[in-house]
């Protein structure tokens, strides 16, 4: 186990700034998934750590000590990466041990570890065949074995689970909180799957446009996104995001009037006059015949123990999702109309950060 940390860790290719100046702070043994659009930077984060891309700018620290000129395998990380890349004329034991033996490991010692890792993933019934004739989630898992076989203090994942389909991404994710807990390594995992980076991680580091937007715990970020990207990354179905105009503030908060005529009272501080962006999320509108929002059902999607209602009305820019309880029941075209609690408005400013809260008083 051990700590990683990046000062001021940038990389441009060419005239492009890929990562802006980034000081992470991973602690050991913690669970930390890095999430964000395609392009982001996430795998040259990831990269940058392992010693695989050399930094334009700054620092990375293992357990403290710089290695930001140190080898890769001298870092004592290993990565596993979205392709398996095994060795395909090799054994899945063999394949696992091949880290071991390029190291110069005794026989004895190789055998007892690949015996090791392959019973913590499920692997030994399948030890002397080769990779072509295993499926997807065995590949990823031999992968991964061959990446912990060396016991490293840092296990780097780049998107591992997005070859594979739905239910064995699922099952995969149970396997990683298993390893997870089994190794106590500490983890960085890199994906684009919000709903993995909320199952998984104890942290989790939104990132946008080569820029870090937040890092927290996946409910921290949930309930309270600094920015608009933040609020876009997190939460499926993801929060209704609505542009608007601060009409009017008092004591209590503001009144924004949004695109399509909607009136919603915010506990946020802001400014008259001010273009904002409106955020609510689909299980905080309560059906009540005085809200705010009202749309025509467009499409209702039953989930089974909720549903959600997609709202259409003229003007708006985009539909309103509502969350419903499972067995209520809707008729496509049927009006409804929804409020909001104004403590639970999010109201983000035209350059994307979240406007302060106004706590609740008595
Ligand atoms: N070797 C490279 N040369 C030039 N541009 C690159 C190189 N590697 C990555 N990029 C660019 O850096 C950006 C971030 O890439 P990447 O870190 O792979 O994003 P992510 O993993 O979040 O999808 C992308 O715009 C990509 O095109
Ligand atoms: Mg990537």
Redesign the pocket.
Known sequence: MASVETQGLS?R??A?D??AATDLSILDGEFVAIV????????????LIAGL?EPTRGRVLIDARDVTNVAPAERGLAMVFQSYALYPHLTVAENIAFPLRVAGRPRSEIARRVAAVAETLDLVGLLSSRPRALSGGQRQRVSIARAIVREPRVLLL??PLSNLDAELRVRMRHEFARLHAALGATMIY?T?DQLEAMTLANRIVV?NA?RVEQVGAPLALYDAPETLAVARAIGSPGMNLLSGEVVRVDARGATVRVTGGAVVDAAVRARPGAPVTLGARPEHLVPDECGAFAGAVELFERLGPLSFAHLGAPGLETTIVAQLPGDRRVTLGETLRFGIAPARVHVFAGDGHALPRIAASL
């Not at 964000?36 to 990269?47: A, E, N």
């Open positions: 990389k290719f060419g492009t890929v990562l964000g659009p395609s392009g982001c930077g996430k795998s040259t984060l990831l990269r891309d780049d998107e890199v684009h990132m080569g």
